[in-house]
């Protein structure tokens, strides 16, 4: 009889220590996660999905990743894909960013953000402007001076028409009191179409993330002149908007979303998930690689501040004459 009891009482001291490593270990909350991300490889989207994708894994709380990209349209093609192919599914997540908004608002799609489950924002990237090497331009202060003399003369170099590039131009313009239809914003396709027409000269400066532009600043091809950061990023040599007198943000958000018709218990699965992701090593080592500016918002509230977004920006749109 005390040999049952000793054996009952060794069961439930083993059962009790495996119960509080369950508590101790992240439960690998999604199974096999599948990212939509709506550019091309290699872009925006397509670097936040890997990254994330990695910090799920070492964090625990995914099994295994994998990644689909489709491009067009500013993202509302991957878009329309992910909100139609996955409903219900709490293993699905797609990458959106402020660029998809304009999308949105320009393009009209029959499928919008409306249709998906907001997650989580997680960070900003600040744009940065930068000119070659060569350029007699030393600082914001000399080629701003000009810019607002002979708009027409500077030649600036960013993403696509009604990108946040090229709003963010136009904004500070308006602040300069330029007219936004004075300024001569020249769009690119790709990151890499822009970077060689400015080291051809072919440009007067480039605006984008400096995570695109990093290696080329490190290499002294570029010189950075400013950031439309709301205060200096580490990492980051350049004063910002702010510290030359404008009062302009310029920043790319991204963030992600989950399939439609999620319940209110998957929606939380999913959400710390990607919450525990972000603690992780790697995620931490890609936010300080690519001075990536943390700026978790998750749930309603990132819903919230999704459709403020779709406001702020139509506006943007509608001044520099794109909407």
């Not at 958000?253 to 525990?276: F, H, I, M, P, S």
Request: proline residues 4%.
């Amino acid at each position: 009889m005390f040999t049952a009891l000793r054996r009952f009482s060794r069961g439930l001291a083993i059962a009790a220590s495996l119960a509080t490593f369950t508590l101790a270990t992240p439960a690998l909350a999604l199974d096999t996660v599948k990212f939509m991300a709506p550019g091309s490889v290699g872009g925006g989207y397509d670097q936040t999905a890997r990254v994330l994708g990695k910090a799920l894994l070492e964090a625990g709380t995914a099994k295994s990743v994998t990644f689909e990209n489709k491009g067009g349209a500013g993202g509302t093609l991957g878009l329309a894909q992910f909100a139609n192919s996955t409903k219900g599914d709490p293993n699905a997540l797609l990458v959106v960013g402020a660029i998809m908004v304009t999308a949105v608002e320009q393009n009209k799609p029959q499928i919008s953000l409306k249709d998906v489950t907001p997650i989580a924002r997680l960070f900003t990237e600040y744009n940065v402007f930068a000119v070659r090497d060569e350029s007699p331009y030393k600082t914001l202060e000399e080629l701003l001076k000009d810019f607002k003399a002979n708009p027409a003369s500077i030649k600036w170099g960013g993403g696509s028409k009604g990108s946040i590039d090229h709003i963010g131009i136009a904004e500070l313009a308006s602040k300069m009191d330029v007219p936004v239809n004075k300024v001569n914003y020249v769009a690119y396709a790709g990151g890499g179409e822009v970077v060689a027409a400015t080291l051809g000269g072919h440009i007067t400066v480039i605006t984008g993330g400096y995570a695109e532009l990093a290696k080329y600043v490190q290499s002294k091809q570029f010189r950075l002149l400013a950031i439309g950061a709301p205060e200096r990023v580490p990492g980051i040599d350049a004063p910002t908007l702010k510290e030359n007198g404008y009062d302009v943000i310029i920043g790319n958000w991204r963030g992600v979303y989950g399939a439609a018709n999620l319940t209110v218990e998957q929606r939380k699965q999913v959400t710390d998930a990607v919450l525990a992701a972000t603690n992780s090593k790697v995620w931490q080592d890609n936010v300080k690689a690519n001075a990536w500016s943390p700026s978790i918002l998750t749930g309603d509230e990132f819903g919230k501040f999704v459709d403020e977004e779709h406001q702020r920006l139509r506006a943007m749109l509608v001044k520099v004459g794109l909407l």
